[in-house]
C-alpha cells in the first residue's frame, strides 16, 4: 500500500527534526500542503524540517535535454518521462521564474507525479495560506543535486 497523504497517528509535539530526501520532489500541490501540515503538527516548538525538491535548475537541464533528444540523441528515462508529462518545458521555466508551483506527471497514483519544482514563493503562500506555524530559515540551490529548504516551527 502506497501512503501518499499523512495518516496523523504520529503524535503532536514529538521530532526535534523531519528530513525528507525527494519526497516533495513529486508531490502535488494538495499532497505537499498535506504534508506541511503534518509536520507543523509532529514537529516540537522551533523543530526543523528539512527536505529536497526539484527547482529551477532541474527544469534547465530538462530544457537542454528536450534539445538534445530534439537533435536526436538519447537521454536518460527518467528525463524522457518528465518531458513527456511537462509538456512545454519553457512555459514551466516561466511560471517557475514567476514563483508558482510546478508539478506535472500524474501517474497512477494521485497527489504523486514525476516533478514538483517547489519554488521559495510558491513554498511561503502555502505556509501562509494555511496559517502553518513554520518559517523559511534557509533555501539553497546550489550545494546538493535537489534544492533544500530548512523550515522552522514558531
Known amino acids: 500500500m502506497v501512503i501518499i497523504l499523512p495518516d496523523n497517528t504520529l503524535p503532536p509535539d514529538r521530532f526535534d527534526l523531519i528530513v525528507g530526501w525527494s519526497v516533495f520532489s513529486h508531490l502535488s500541490e494538495y499532497s505537499a500542503t498535506a504534508w506541511l501540515d503534518e509536520m507543523a ?3 516540537r516548538p522551533n ?6 525538491t526539484w527547482g529551477g535548475r532541474f527544469l534547465d537541464r530538462l530544457a537542454d535535454e528536450q534539445a538534445q533528444l530534439a537533435a536526436g540523441n538519447e537521454i536518460h ?3 524522457k518521462n ?3 508529462s511537462a509538456g512545454d518545458i519553457a512555459v ?6 514567476s514563483g508558482e ?3 506535472f506527471g500524474e501517474g497512477p497514483i494521485e497527489h504523486y507525479g514525476n516533478v514538483c519544482a517547489l519554488h521559495p514563493n ?5 505556509i501562509t495560506k ?11 540551490r546550489q550545494t546538493l543535486s535537489q534544492d533544500i529548504f530548512i523550515l522552522q516551527r514558531n
Open 130 to 140: 494555511h496559517n502553518m506555524p513554520l518559517q523559511i530559515v534557509e533555501f539553497d
Open 122 to 126: 510558491a513554498l511561503f503562500r502555502i
Open 41 to 43: 503538527r509532529i514537529l
Open 47 to 52: 523543530g526543523y524540517c528539512v527536505f529536497s
Open 101 to 103: 508551483f510546478i508539478w
Open 77 to 79: 528515462w527518467y528525463s
Open 92 to 97: 514551466q521555466q516561466r511560471k517557475y521564474a
Open 82 to 84: 518528465c518531458i513527456e
